[in-house]
């Protein structure tokens, strides 16, 4: 919307100033479909072309107060009441299938998965998702009094994301942020029937209220509960998940064992 709404307002100031799309094209060197796409919404208005129109249109820096408004978003539009909720929270309990944790990522293991995605990203995109995600770890140093609680599906280390250089950096880190006092690991092994784990991840919030949430992700969507009894359930089959997932101690050894063999 950021980009229609520019694009619109480029359009409005360039017929009020009476310069035709042809003059704009060719004086910030671009040809006319790209600044039909701009003013369209379809394509993000460039800096060059917005500075170029501010002064041909005479707007005074008001068609130049819109590039802030045109960053790329750092989290993807259906997480954003997740990480709003995840911010404030004093606990957090998360329960991952494929994945390793975004809280627990290595930054060329985020980078691996936002820049592989489908539909591809921009680069630009792709870095403010990849700082995004860094931001949101600093909780787990510079909120010690914060619990958090991870349990990983033992399938989310033997899929190899980037190669196994990457791989086994992400495990050694996972070693490093476990020391943590207020950090918990614990491996799901594949070898044990945990059918509460088969329907996929799941995040369980704690406010500082002690009200709670529990937030669902799935393919290019996420759901953050607030209803008792959804959260309930959730709850529950997160307990069932930890119940039958190894100790911190076994899992430390298991990830240990599983970088070495990297």
Known sequence: MSWKYCGDQLKRWRTHAGVTREKLAQAACYDIESVRSMEAGRRKPSLKLLQVADELCNARGMLLGAVDYLKPEKFSPYSQSYTHAEREAIAIQVYTALLIPGLL????????????????????????????RMQRQERLRNSP?????????????????????????????????GRLRNVSIQVLPLNR??????????????????????????????????????????????????????????????????????
């Open 145 to 177: 009094t914060t619990l958090f609680g991870f349990v990983i599906n033992e399938a989310a280390f033997r899929a190899v994301v980037g190669n196994k250089g990457v791989m086994k950096r992400q495990l050694e880190h996972l070693l490093e942020v």
């Open 105 to 132: 990522q290595t930054e060329e293991y985020a980078r691996e998965l936002i820049g592989n995605t489908y539909p591809p990203l921009d680069d630009e995109t792709v870095a403010s998702r990849v700082s995004g």
């Open 193 to 262: 029937a945990a059918y509460a784990a088969l329907d996929g991840p799941m995040i369980l919030l704690e406010t500082p209220e002690h009200e709670q949430f529990a937030y669902v992700e799935g393919q290019k969507t996420g759901i953050l509960y607030a209803d008792v009894a959804q959260v309930n359930t959730l709850s529950q089959r997160h307990g069932m998940i930890r119940m039958q997932a190894l100790s911190v101690e076994e899992s430390k050894a298991l990830i240990r064992e599983m970088a070495e063999e990297l």
